[in-house]
T-cell receptor, first 114, second 111 residues
Framework: DTGVSQDPRHKITKRGQNVTFRCDPI?????LYWYRQTLGQGPEFLTYFQNEAQLEKSRLLSDRFSAERPKGSFSTLEIQRTEQGDSAMYLC????????????FGSGTRLTVV | EDQVTQSPEALRLQEGESSSLNCSYT??????LFWYRQDPGKGPEFLFT???AGEEKEKERLKATLTKKESFLHITAPKPEDSATYLCAVQANQAGTALIFGKGTTLSVSS
């Protein structure tokens, strides 16, 4: 297990199209998070799963965004009807229940909406 | 409102020139403060978690300290490979599991 994997690394899409990103967390981690980061800013929290249950969602997560984590393993983040303002790096992280070891982030999916 | 402010925004050091990065926070009850390092085009890499005022943690040339209002990341005798953006984040009582990040300090170390 080499860490958190995200796919694709880069995605360019036209405004109005739907996109889906995948995250494979560290297998022992039951917690999974999605964050969004724009240039010059720190990551912003989007949503959190414990196993397959989505327990927290940010006000930033509009109804065009949906996330799933079937069977408590990998997760997907879908953005419908993309807008130029959705252009950002989408980061996935996973963790154990303790925060002592922090969260392990993936390398992210860079989304560009043209 | 919970918030995190990091300073300076950017810092240039000569190799071997020690310095400190600051993270000040305003939260409704601190559950934990985190330091991360982020290289261009990559996700943040975990460095430290601090839980209470007075706590200190060290890793190689880095040392993190915590008070009731702020945290410092001290870099001793930095090397060019320490060049990165350093992010501070807090987890607050009213914010669930979410980490609230600052904008980061971009450190450049030249030889």
């Amino acid at each position: 297990d080499t860490g958190v994997s995200q796919d694709p690394r880069h995605k360019i899409t036209k405004r109005g199209q739907n996109v889906t990103f995948r995250c494979d967390p560290i297998s022992e981690h039951n917690r999974l998070y999605w964050y969004r980061q724009t240039l010059g800013q720190g990551p912003e929290f989007l949503t959190y799963f414990q196993n397959e249950a989505q327990l927290e969602k940010s006000r930033l997560l509009s109804d065009r965004f949906s996330a799933e984590r079937p069977k408590g393993s990998f997760s997907t983040l879908e953005i419908q009807r993309t807008e130029q303002g959705d252009s950002a790096m989408y980061l996935c992280a996973s963790s154990l229940e303790t925060t002592y070891y922090g969260y392990t982030f993936g390398s992210g999916t860079r989304l560009t909406v043209v | 409102e919970d918030q995190v402010t990091q300073s300076p925004e950017a810092l240039r050091l000569q190799e071997g020139e020690s310095s400190s990065l600051n993270c000040s926070y305003t939260v409704s009850g601190l559950r934990g403060l985190f330091w991360y390092r982020q290289d261009p085009g990559k996700g943040p890499e975990f460095l430290f978690t601090l839980y209470s005022a007075g706590e200190e943690k060290e890793k190689e040339r880095l040392k993190a300290t915590l008070t009731k209002k702020e945290s410092f990341l001290h870099i001793t005798a930095p090397k060019p490979e320490d060049s990165a953006t350093y992010l501070c984040a807090v987890q607050a009582n009213q914010a669930g599991t979410a980490l609230i990040f600052g904008k980061g300090t971009t450190l450049s170390v030249s030889s």
